[in-house]
């Protein structure tokens, strides 16, 4: 699972804290997030040599899907991009997808 030690770490000081608000929650997901989106960005440059497909990447995936406006589309977007027999063809496609979930992430948080 991507970046699971330093989640559950995180997780694990900050249940705690007591006072009010969601703050270390936003943290908790603020974290989930870069994680996905860093990996993403690793699949998308990575992809066009190797298959990037796997348990890490369906984790990244079902998060997409679960927290993301479009998710289920966006990641099935993903999915088929990443099953594009040309190495350019799939690179160009899964850059694409990425910059489709960042810009779907940006408009949640706007």
Same mark, same amino acid.
């Given at each position: %699972?991507?970046?699971?030690?330093?989640? %559950?770490? %995180?997780?694990?000081? *900050?249940?705690?804290?007591?006072?009010?608000?969601?703050?270390?929650?936003?943290?908790?997901? $603020?974290?989930?997030?870069?994680?996905?989106?860093? /990996? *993403?960005?690793?699949?998308?440059?990575?992809?066009?040599?190797?298959? %990037?497909?796997?348990?890490?990447?369906?984790?990244? *995936?079902?998060?997409? $899907?679960?927290?993301?406006?479009?998710?289920?589309?966006? #990641?099935? #977007?993903?999915?088929?991009?990443?099953?594009?027999? $040309?190495?350019?063809?799939?690179?160009?496609?899964?850059?694409?997808?990425?910059? /489709?979930?960042?810009? $779907?992430?940006?408009?949640?948080?706007?």
């Amino acid at each position: %699972m991507f970046a699971i030690c330093s989640f %559950m770490d %995180m997780k694990r000081k *900050l249940g705690n804290v007591s006072f009010g608000g969601n703050w270390s929650e936003d943290i908790l997901t $603020s974290d989930q997030l870069n994680s996905v989106l860093d /990996l *993403l960005d690793a699949v998308a440059a990575r992809c066009a040599d190797e298959d %990037m497909r796997g348990d890490r990447l369906e984790d990244a *995936l079902a998060y997409v $899907s679960a927290h993301i406006e479009k998710g289920d589309m966006l #990641a099935a #977007a993903m999915r088929n991009a990443l099953a594009m027999p $040309s190495p350019w063809q799939r690179q160009e496609a899964v850059i694409m997808a990425v910059r /489709l979930i960042k810009r $779907s992430v940006r408009g949640a948080l706007d």
